[in-house]
Each structure stands twice: as structure tokens, then as C-alpha cells.
């Protein structure tokens, strides 16, 4: 774990979810791992899949690791398919590729009828509705 995970010079959020002292909607979590709806989503059920070692980079993941991530990544894909069997697997590494958050994170993003480019706008989200797509994603 490098030192933004550890809480000091300079905090990370993801890491703070993982040691659940942020608040987030929690659809999967296991030892190594942790899957939680993105706050600001693409579409409904935007998920992100995240190890729990704060690593920026997929290449700094210890390579142990590969298999609990894909193994998450794989189990939130299925549960997505609740929603819709059309979706994106996305990783935006270093800033000008998009990323915000620099602590390693796989976006899993629904697709649906009637989106014919990848969505770019975020989506609002009721309360209710974020209740409701949390209530299905995170069941077994
Ligand atoms: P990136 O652009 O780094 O690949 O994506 C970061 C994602 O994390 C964005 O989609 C953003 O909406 C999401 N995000 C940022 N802060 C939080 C947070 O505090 N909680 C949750 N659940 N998602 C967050
Ligand atoms: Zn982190």
C-alpha cells in the first residue's frame, strides 16, 4: 500500500471506501477486493471494481492480485447483466487518458436501448432509483 492509502500527505477517496470511513453503495466486497456504484454514473448501474491495495496503476498491481481483480470484475459483470447484457469495461489510466481518481479501478458501464454512442453525460440519480439498482446488484 503506498502512502495515499495510508491517509497521509494526500488521501484517497477509494481507499476510504475500502476501509468503508466514506459512505458508498457497497454492491460486492471480499478480502482483496471491493465493488461499489459510481456516484456520478454514466448509465444506470455504472459500477466500479477496485482492489483494496491502493495501487495507481494496473502495472503496479501486485501480480497475486490479477486473479481476485478479474475474479470481482467478472462477478460484477454477471450481476450487471440483471440490468443488461450490453456493456463497456473500461480503465482510464493517467490523466490525459481520463482518470480522476488515481487509485487503480475498473468502470463497468450497462448499455441500453436507444444509447447509440457511449454516454459522456452523467447521469441523475434519484435516490429511490440508486436504492433500487443497489438493491439488485448487490444480491448474490
Ligand atoms: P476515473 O475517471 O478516474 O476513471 O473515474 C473515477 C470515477 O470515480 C468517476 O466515474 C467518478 O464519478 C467516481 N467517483 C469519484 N469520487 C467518488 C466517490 O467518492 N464515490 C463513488 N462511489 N464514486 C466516485
Ligand atoms: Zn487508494
Do not use: W
Not at 109 to 124: H, L
Amino acid at each position: 500500500m503506498g502512502a495515499a492509502g495510508k491517509g497521509g500527505a494526500a488521501p484517497c477517496i477509494f481507499c476510504s471506501i475500502a476501509r468503508h470511513e466514506a459512505p458508498s453503495r457497497i454492491v460486492y466486497e471480499d478480502e482483496n477486493t471491493i465493488a461499489f456504484l459510481d456516484i456520478a454514473p454514466l448509465s444506470r448501474g455504472h459500477t466500479l471494481v477496485v482492489p483494496k491495495a491502493h495501487v495507481d496503476r494496473l502495472t503496479d498491481l501486485p501480480p497475486d492480485q490479477y486473479a481476485p481483480l478479474l475474479s470481482t470484475l467478472a462477478r460484477v459483470c454477471r450481476r450487471v447483466e440483471r440490468l443488461s447484457t450490453h456493456y463497456n469495461v473500461g480503465l482510464n489510466q493517467g490523466a490525459l487518458a481520463g482518470q480522476i481518481v488515481f487509485h487503480l479501478h475498473f468502470h463497468v458501464i450497462p448499455r441500453y436501448e436507444g444509447q447509440r454512442t457511449f454516454p459522456r453525460v452523467r447521469k441523475e440519480i434519484t435516490e429511490e432509483d440508486g436504492r433500487s439498482v443497489h438493491g439488485l446488484l448487490r444480491a448474490d
